[in-house]
């Protein structure tokens, strides 16, 4: 007999069923989550106080000086044991990355006394809108808004950044905090600011400050700018006052 009249007697073989790999994929698939959670965890946890990777200052930095945090705009405790310096621009992304960091410091150490914070306008020749930005969050400040200001112009950065006409858009911003756009409007105009932004702009080239954001925990700068590390450092150096 033939195979195929054997095949169409008999029947063709049925195929052989391959088991579900649907519970073997996701198992595979969960793995590759935890591995990931685990690194992504590891990568964001702060370095020990203690840790040899932490920056230090060399033995030839000085002190900051302290003469220069006029120019820029502090909050916190003139008593606090630890001062923590940024150098940014409000158009610099990095800098905008790096706030959410700061408003963490300002939570959780500067209204417990623990750190002085203070913020250096670095507006860079290449971003049109750094000054005018500076401007605006000093113009609020005229107003008891600095900080909300400062927040709300990193927080809405990519909004603002390649507008053409920026006082237009801070007014508005202005109104939105509740101040008087027209008081406001008349400090952007006038550039009632320009000269003091000018001289935190010199104190960041006296402090050869050469990138924003360059962050300071007294006089220490930090390699990697980011609340990792800046906590890290900050309680490295609250242990010192302590002992």
Same mark, same amino acid.
């Given at each position: 007999?033939?195979?195929?009249?054997?095949?169409?007697?008999?029947?063709?073989?049925?195929?052989?069923?391959?088991?579900?790999?649907?519970?073997?994929? !996701?198992?595979?698939?969960? @793995?590759?989550? *935890?591995?990931?959670?685990?690194?992504?965890?590891?990568?964001?946890?702060?370095?020990?106080?203690?840790?040899?990777? *932490?920056?230090?200052? $060399?033995?030839?930095?000085? /002190?900051?000086?302290?003469?220069?945090?006029?120019?820029?705009?502090? =909050?916190?405790? /003139?008593?606090?044991?630890?001062?923590?310096? #940024?150098?940014?621009?409000?158009? +610099?992304p990095a800098c905008a990355r790096f706030?959410?960091?700061?408003?963490?410091?300002?939570?959780?150490?500067?209204?417990?006394?623990?750190?002085?914070? =203070?913020?250096?306008?670095?507006?860079?020749?290449?971003?049109?809108n750094a000054m005018p930005a500076a401007?605006?969050?000093? +113009?609020?400040?005229?107003?008891? #808004?600095?900080?909300?200001?400062?927040?709300?112009?990193?927080?809405?950065?990519?909004?603002?950044?390649?507008?053409?006409?920026?006082?237009?858009?801070?007014?508005?911003?202005a109104g939105d905090l509740g101040l008087?756009?027209?008081?406001?409007?008349? +400090?952007? %105009? %006038?550039?009632?600011?320009? /000269?003091?932004?000018?001289?935190? *702009?010199?104190?960041? @080239?006296?402090?050869?400050?050469?990138?924003?954001?360059?962050?300071? @925990?007294?006089? !220490?700068?930090?390699?990697?700018?980011?609340?990792?590390?800046?906590?890290?450092?900050?309680?490295?150096?609250?242990?010192? $006052? /302590?002992?």
């Amino acid at each position: 007999m033939g195979e195929a009249k054997r095949r169409k007697q008999s029947g063709a073989p049925a195929p052989r069923k391959n088991g579900n790999k649907k519970p073997v994929l !996701i198992a595979v698939a969960a @793995v590759v989550v *935890l591995v990931i959670v685990a690194a992504v965890y590891l990568l964001a946890r702060p370095p020990a106080p203690t840790s040899d990777d *932490l920056p230090v200052a $060399t033995p030839e930095t000085g /002190e900051f000086p302290a003469m220069l945090d006029q120019f820029g705009t502090s =909050v916190g405790s /003139e008593d606090a044991p630890v001062v923590v310096r #940024e150098f940014a621009d409000y158009q +610099c992304p990095a800098c905008a990355r790096f706030s959410e960091a700061s408003q963490r410091l300002k939570k959780e150490y500067v209204e417990a006394g623990k750190v002085r914070f =203070v913020y250096f306008d670095l507006p860079l020749r290449q971003h049109a809108n750094a000054m005018p930005a500076a401007m605006a969050a000093r +113009c609020a400040g005229d107003q008891g #808004e600095y900080w909300a200001m400062h927040d709300k112009l990193f927080g809405s950065q990519p909004q603002w950044s390649g507008t053409n006409d920026p006082v237009a858009i801070f007014t508005r911003y202005a109104g939105d905090l509740g101040l008087e756009e027209r008081r406001f409007r008349r +400090c952007m %105009t %006038t550039e009632l600011h320009k /000269e003091t932004i000018e001289q935190s *702009l010199q104190a960041g @080239v006296q402090m050869r400050v050469t990138s924003t954001p360059t962050v300071m @925990v007294d006089n !220490i700068r930090l390699t990697r700018p980011g609340w990792g590390q800046l906590s890290a450092v900050v309680e490295r150096e609250l242990n010192k $006052t /302590e002992d």
